[in-house]
């Protein structure tokens, strides 16, 4: 069955940079697009990027240019999502999610990943 | 950009009764749209895609409608399990709506 499972919480102070892993079973690793979406606590969900595990092309959301790298480890099915210059309002549960191959939707979603910005 | 709106942003239901959640993109985005369900501290869930197709294992009670700028999801008698946060996304550039509240009147 299809899973993917996040990295545990993090604790962050401002400006640090924070690595999110999102490990992939049960299918090909590199047959689907991997997206990150993160919702701030109370707010609604907000599309950040994605990744093409194949070739490792990526495309991101305009706010997050420049400050987000997404990379993926084909050896071990693991996507990675690095945020940099974390200020107060990136906490938020970060999900990674599975895109339905030519379809643009998600079917599947990690647990989601809790990062904390605090002094 | 195209924004996703979706109203109400609360809508107070009484378990049996049905519920009605609108959708609307600031520009024609076709069918390209998907649905999904968050219970608190849970992960979203996929309900409907192509703005009308239920996704597997989603009840028969959940149905989606709507092309072009409006939207609609359905819950025709809602259960106790279906009071949650629910998402419209256009899926082209995935922007979701701010999102919908279903409480328990």
């Known amino acids: 069955q299809v899973q993917l499972v996040q990295s545990g919480a993090e604790v962050k102070k401002p400006g640090a940079s924070v690595k999110v892993a999102c490990k992939a079973s049960g299918y090909t690793f590199t047959a689907y697009h991997m997206h990150w979406v993160r919702q701030a606590p109370g707010q609604g969900l907000e599309w950040m990027g994605r990744i093409n595990p194949n070739i490792g092309g990526t495309n991101f959301a305009q706010k997050f240019e420049g400050r987000v790298t997404m990379t993926r480890d084909t050896s071990i099915s693991t996507a990675y999502m690095e945020l940099n210059s974390l200020k107060f309002d990136d906490t938020a549960v970060y999900y990674c999610?599975?895109?339905?191959?030519?379809?643009?939707?998600?079917?599947?979603w990690g647990q989601g990943t809790l990062v904390t910005v605090s002094s | 950009e195209i924004v996703m709106t979706q109203s109400p942003a609360t809508l107070s239901v009484s378990p049996g009764e049905r519920a009605t959640l609108s959708c609307r993109a600031s520009q024609s985005i076709s069918s390209n749209l998907a649905w999904y369900q968050q219970k608190p501290g849970q992960a979203p869930r996929l309900l409907i895609e192509g703005a009308s197709t239920r996704a597997t294992g989603i009840p028969a009670r959940f149905s989606g409608s709507g092309s072009g700028t409006e939207f609609t999801l359905t819950i025709s008698s809602l259960q106790s399990e279906d009071f949650a946060v629910y998402y419209c996304q256009h899926y082209d550039d995935w922007t979701f709506g701010q999102g919908t509240t279903v409480e328990i009147k």
């Open positions: 999610a599975r895109e339905v191959i030519e379809a643009r939707f998600y079917d599947y």
